[in-house]
């Protein structure tokens, strides 16, 4: 085993820039110009503790890569020296697909895959550090779908990572447990930070600027891990998220209405505080059940409902009198039904006001203190309770009073 | 386990091709000549030597209009435990072999073939190990391939006209991508009792004692020939499609679990394995389409609509083809045409059908 590791190394060693150099354990270097193959079966040979290192340079591959082995290290010289190109893929719905434990990518980019880039299935321990994933041609629909996707994962960290140009999203954790996002930054993706039916998520200390959408926390039913709950989404940098949604229609995310700061979609125990979110035509933060969506749900198990939402302490400015897409369509019909002689400005956060009957006291008509949706400490930002369906007899609200409560804080997610 | 023995095999590669190898099942090192293996009296006719078993299955997985070889080897002794709807359990030291190739002219089969790959999995102390071989021009051998390589292929389709192919020889891994399930466990897709229940198999099996635990052979699942339609309902025909193209990743454990979506043919509640299911991770395979299956509407389906496509983002099943299935195209397209109903989106209520969802 080692031998085969060694011997890789020392035909490396000859180009006289060394991948391998400060890398402890046994090492398997690639300088440019290696070919896609020696790449692949240094993967499927790798043993535990082995790391696959690039050297600077481009390497291209036209067909996608692939890991199974437990405990392996993947780097490169730094995310804007070492890229692994997909431009040329014709086989492989990723770039890189990893099915293992104990995986680590870092200091390296991979750009321009026709799907996603970088899919983790299955896996504890993950982490991705100071990570490019770039689809060079700018927002597309012809871009994939996710940059770093990690699903049904245990144990996930992306930590300084840059993501531009994902069609659906740039960081997607999907159905997975005890999570952090921190440092990155996500620009030009449809959605920029999404945490999908999952559960301890931290996402904080991020910037996520010209997506479609900021930061998304969502739950969606039909899956195998259902109704997440408990993400902290705190101290970021949401502006700007202006992108004209560029996901191929029939996307979950095609919903998301261009100019989206940060918004949360039937998940459960959400705290969001801290952040600067600004400057987003259509809302600063939403927190919307799957009702609205008009999709009939067929699994008995989803809970369509957000419940235990506590935004506080956020710093929520500049909206713009033109909401994007049905559900900014929804915000102007609730404002006229407001202000029906105008004009008006979209409020900084918004809430559909869909209840889930089987939750409604019948002493007060609302919510249990527990599920309620709490607002505090936001300075002067304003809010609409859209009174979904719209039309009827209620007409929407802007009153945050029955918003004034707060939830216990949740507990911060421990590196492993 | 499947890394040691790979290792050693690549170890083996510095000896030239004259020498014998010392592999097999027996020892558990992959060979990296298909013919140290000495599974065939003439690798270039496929005849397979003594005990090995050929058989075929009723409804194939299509692998771009390849033709498949399946050959069974049971060790000395071994025998074959039933199962009603899983793979058949097979005895450490087994081994399945299935040869891949495209006939010159698929219009007349005596004119001849060209061998692409030979696969080989083999059943170890702890799971299923596979690696591919790669033949050489004349098709008198074929070499182990960890890594796999692409094939530009040609030949005669049943229509007559001249077809190619950059035939994909999978690597190691994305031979695991198809035969695993959870936590890398190796499956199998064919040796299953209703897929092998065709020409007496299974019946010669148990006669000569390699199966045991068959029930009552009146209660033998069978799966339709899904192109045959004297041998089951057109659902079942789609069904049993789907099932053996899709359903290996599909399923509850599949690589596939994580959308939802299950096509093997153990589901039977429609939103499972479709109908009216909005996509989850979909991104340019929903074709801007809502759902899966929407009755009565194939071209509001973003199943047909990406098994109808070549796109690698798009494009179902991910590994294993680059053509289009034609038939098994058509196939899905009748059987959706012919439910009835429709789908919810969230369109409706605004005044459009579902099928023509807005951009929002």
């Known amino acids: 085993m080692r031998a085969i590791a060694v011997a890789v190394v020392g035909l490396v060693g000859c180009a006289g820039d060394d991948p391998c150099a400060g890398v402890k354990g046994t090492c398997v270097g690639f300088s440019e110009g290696a070919s896609a193959e020696s790449v692949q079966k240094a993967l499927i040979e790798a043993q535990p503790g082995t790391t696959i290192a690039f050297g600077a340079g481009t390497f291209d591959f036209r067909v996608d890569l692939s890991l199974t082995v437990d405990d392996v290290t993947i780097k490169g010289a730094g995310m804007d020296r070492t890229t692994l190109s997909f431009r040329k893929q014709t086989e492989g719905a990723q770039g890189l697909l990893v099915t293992a434990s104990g995986f680590t990518i870092e200091d390296i980019a991979v750009e321009d895959t026709p799907g996603d880039a970088i899919k983790v299935l299955g896996g504890d321990r993950i982490t991705f550090e100071r990570t490019r994933v770039e689809w060079t041609g700018g927002p597309n629909q012809t871009n994939g779908s996710y940059g770093l996707y990690p699903v049904q994962c245990m144990h996930v960290l992306i930590e300084d990572c840059v993501v531009k140009g994902a069609s659906d999203s740039g960081v997607y954790v999907g159905q997975s447990d005890q999570i952090i996002v921190r440092g990155n930054h996500a620009e030009q993706n449809v959605a920029g930070i999404e945490i999908e039916n999952s559960t301890h998520a931290d996402v904080h200390d991020n910037v996520a600027t010209n997506n479609t959408g900021g930061i998304l926390v969502f739950n969606l039913p039909g899956l195998q891990v259902h109704n997440g709950a408990g993400t902290r989404v705190f101290s970021n940098m949401v502006y700007g998220n202006n992108t004209d949604n560029f996901a191929p229609a029939g996307n979950i995310v095609g919903l998301v209405p261009t100019g989206t700061g940060i918004a949360v979609l039937a998940a459960h125990q959400v705290e969001i505080f801290g952040n600067d979110v600004h400057d987003h035509k259509s809302i600063n933060v939403g927190v919307i059940s799957y009702v609205p969506t008009g999709i009939a749900v067929t699994d008995a198990s989803y809970d369509q409902y957000p419940t235990a939402i506590d935004i506080h302490d956020n710093t929520l400015a500049g909206t713009s009198d033109t909401p994007t897409g049905q559900l900014g369509a929804l915000l102007i019909s609730a404002l006229g039904e407001l202000y029906p002689q105008g004009p008006f400005i979209v409020p900084d956060m918004a809430w559909d006001g869909v209840l889930d009957p089987a939750r409604v006291q019948q002493a007060t008509g609302d919510y249990a203190d527990a599920d309620k949706l709490c607002i505090h400490g936001n300075g002067d930002a304003d809010f609409i309770n859209l009174e979904w369906p719209l039309g009827d007899a209620t007409k929407p609200s802007t009153d945050m009073a029955p918003h004034a409560c707060t939830h216990a804080p949740l507990p911060e997610v421990a590196a492993w | ?360």
Request: net charge negative.
């Open chain 2, 1 to 360: 386990m499947v890394r040691r023995v790979l290792l050693l095999a690549a170890l083996a590669a510095c000896g030239d091709n004259d020498t014998p190898e010392v592999c097999g099942a027996q020892n558990g090192v992959m060979c990296q000549r298909l013919s140290s293996w000495q599974l065939f009296d003439d690798i270039a006719a496929q005849t397979p030597a003594a005990g090995v078993m050929p058989y075929d299955i009723n409804t194939p997985l299509f692998s771009d209009y390849a033709t498949k070889q399946r050959f069974l080897v049971l060790p000395p002794g071994g025998v074959a435990t039933w199962s009603d709807a899983d793979a058949f359990e097979l005895p450490a030291g087994s081994v399945l072999v299935k040869t891949f190739s495209y006939l010159h002219d698929r219009r007349d089969p005596s004119l001849g073939s060209t061998l692409l790959e030979t696969r080989v999995l083999v059943k170890g102390d702890k799971g299923w190990h596979g690696a591919a071989y790669v033949y050489d021009d004349g098709g008198t051998d074929a070499h182990l391939q960890v890594a796999g390589t692409i094939r530009s292929e040609s030949w005669i389709h049943d229509d007559g006209s001249t077809r190619t192919d950059d035939y994909v020889v999978p690597n190691a891994n994305q031979c695991k991508n198809c035969h695993a399930e959870h936590d890398n466990v190796t499956s199998l897709l064919g040796p299953k009792a209703r897929h092998m229940n065709k020409n007496g198999q299974l019946e010669a099996m148990v006669a000569a004692g390699q199966l045991a635990g068959a029930p009552d052979p009146m209660t033998w699942p069978k799966a339709p020939d899904a192109f045959d339609p004297a041998s089951g309902t057109l659902e079942q025909r789609a069904r049993a499609w789907l099932d053996i193209n899709c359903g290996h990743c599909h399923n509850p454990r599949g690589a596939a679990r994580t959308s939802g979506l299950f096509l093997d043919v153990a589901q039977t509640d429609p939103a499972v394995f479709g109908v009216c299911k909005p996509p989850v991770a979909t991104g340019r395979g929903s074709g801007g389409l809502q759902f899966d299956i929407v009755p009565g509407s194939p071209d509001d389906s973003i199943l047909v609509y990406r098994i109808s496509s070549t796109d690698p983002e798009v494009r179902m099943p991910e590994l294993g083809r680059n053509l289009v299935h034609a038939e098994g195209v058509a196939l899905i397209r009748e059987w959706i045409t012919s439910m009835t109903g429709g789908c919810t989106g969230w369109t409706s209520g605004h005044g459009q059908p579902a099928s023509q969802p807005a951009r929002l």
